[in-house]
DNA sequence: AATGAATGAGCCTTCATTCAT
DNA sequence: GATGAATGAAGGCTCATTCAT
């Protein structure tokens, strides 16, 4: 009866078994049959609940969008104050962890990742609500480490060295393990993927930049 | 109306045809039908001289693979005794030509992006026969820059920062420009983008290195 | 956004939009949502209110037919003892005025004209309520201008011409603006077409008829 | 083997269906399967001989107009310099003779006749090749009948009064054995309702020209 | 060597209806 | 008296594939 936590609706099984096949399969080769089936709900429900596959794909849109950002929030453990370092290594953490979250409703960081490979309509909203806020949020701390007066190009470029390398571990996630027969490491220990990519940045920042200033 | 070059064999206008389409689309959203109205070939076709879809983009792959050895060798123009330095250089050169190419069979670069970040069951061909050798020859250059006795974990590592930054640009190429609204800048200037990222993975190996030999 | 007159209840609501939605679209291709929706009720209301979507259906064809007879009785705007000739003037004036109203609730010359032309189950209750005393009507006007001793068959040929007439010009409603490019008359100016028919059938009559009674 | 006279292919079988099941249910409540199942071809088959169901309905629409062209030419059965009575009369047999055709591929009546009442795409191409010049036709016996000098807007309303009758047969065809409980006479016996609406239609015109010139 | 015809599985969507509240 | 949620049947269409020539 209580709206707060009403037991599982079909809309919610929905939006959280359309998560995990758009994550899975991307928004073309998901079915609504598929997702439908594992939401245990009639073929019609989709479109009953969200007209379409397509608004069912902006509802999971927002939904994850919501959902991560209450698990992981911009100032991931970040006390006050925190030194530019301080704050890109959190920016990294918490980008990898979102996208390497095995988590029930982690779709967000998987779902980003393919709408920038292959766009939909929903692509635009998207970019304003949940890509630019993080993208704009790297620029300041690239820029803060690069000193003042960097030029734009520049703070750019090495945002994108940043993005390039964390996504890189997820774009090629079927192919490493085949590329690298010894150990998988990578993608199990996050933690200590996030600071070696930090220290790689730092480097390429730093070379980057006039000074040294982010060396200590 | 005239057909282009109907006089081509019907199977090399398939496989020209099959590469812009698979390029374009990637496997699964690539139709058959699409293909062979571009090859100017009967819908049967493709079944004819390839057994089915997928015997088209396998041998789509192997001829790009040659295709691709012959425009842009391993050897990207290095004199004799080239140092780790130039040799990065030509390779990172090399790979984003390769993925920034506009001319017409120039589908190399991006059916081997496109197979990382959604795999057939072509994939592990592609690896051993495309992807491994230049995986390899990365590998020995990071490992000449960081220097003899570095841990296999740190050289891969550096490699896979090298390779994400290239292929971010490829990746992201449909967002960049909407979250870039000031310059273009990146895709169109491919040399520039190529000095860039090698600046910065410089940086990046020189600080995860003991030494600073590669400073100077 | 406010609603017209929610206050006035569901049933009354539902049996308006419907009779506007079936007017315009029949009854197979009239939907229940997009009835409920002109209503403002709920999706259920229907089967909740007539059963099922035949019962609304009939429902509105008996609301039409109470509201056609206020609107339009059987002798229209006629004096006591009107002859023939204006008894058939009256009919033909009334008839297409009926299929012409573009008043709010006037579906019930629409709902009988689709129902002749492609009937449901509604339609032998149709036919007995509101068809039959109306045919009888004409038939009785008629045969008094041929004159008496007629043969049936002729009395009801020549009904049947006049109806068709005036039928003519609501079944052509979509083509004949499009074959007649210079003046689109006729459904416009209902009276002029109402005088020409009534003229065409007296000569028509006439030339049926022994005598010449109608001709003065 | 023989182009002409080759046996049943599924492209005719699919175009006989169509013109059958079209031309009971109309253009909407058809379904492909239902024709593909008279038909007895694939599913499919709709698709591939004719892209769509609207391409089916269009192609259904061509043959039927050539098909009757062939077995009711215009001029049916009219010797050299016919008067305009006679050819009245042609007009009037060969429209009712289209309208009633029991016949197999006699479905061109029964589309135009759909087609008026409830347009689909196809009505305008359908206008110019079919419907314009029938009624250009009318057009100019009812002047020959009216008399030089006529009014275009009476000969245009002469011309509906006549094609009115006509498709009233046709219109009302459920509703007219219904009304009429005695002889269903009408639809059955088309050669004497043909006369008869000639000269209702004689009557009609000849009192709505000045002179008596069609009397005689 | 190559083709036009035909196939069947599967997709998304729409519809009237019913159920529990 | 009235509703939001959910259902299942059915519809049109697309796709890779196969068959007979």
């Not at 439908?36 to 397509?54: G, L, P, S």
Request: contains cysteine.
């Amino acid at each position: 009866m209580s709206p707060p936590d009403r037991q599982s609706h079909t809309c919610r099984r929905l939006l959280d078994a359309a998560g995990e096949v758009f994550a899975e399969c991307g928004f073309r080769r998901a079915t609504v049959r598929e997702i439908c089936r594992r939401a245990q709900a009639n073929i019609a429900a989709v479109n009953y609940h969200f007209r379409d596959k397509e608004g069912l794909y902006a509802a999971v849109l927002g939904d994850a969008h919501r959902t991560a950002h209450e698990k992981y929030p911009v100032t991931l453990g970040l006390g006050a104050n925190p030194t530019p370092l301080e704050r890109l290594r959190a920016f990294v953490r918490s980008f990898l962890l979102r996208l390497f979250d095995p988590g029930r409703p982690a779709w967000h960081g998987l779902l980003m990742a393919r709408e920038m490979v292959e766009p939909t309509k929903a692509l635009d909203a998207l970019i304003e609500e949940s890509i630019r806020p993080r993208y704009d949020l790297l620029l300041g701390i690239v820029r803060d480490l690069l000193g003042p007066g960097t030029a734009d190009d520049l703070v750019w470029m090495c945002a994108n060295s940043v993005i390039g390398q964390c996504m890189h571990y997820h774009h090629a996630r079927h192919v490493l393990p085949k590329l690298q027969r010894q150990a998988p490491a990578g993608t199990a220990d996050v933690e200590r993927l996030a600071e070696y990519i930090v220290e790689f940045s730092l480097g390429g920042i730093d070379r980057l930049s006039g000074s040294r200033r982010t060396t200590g």
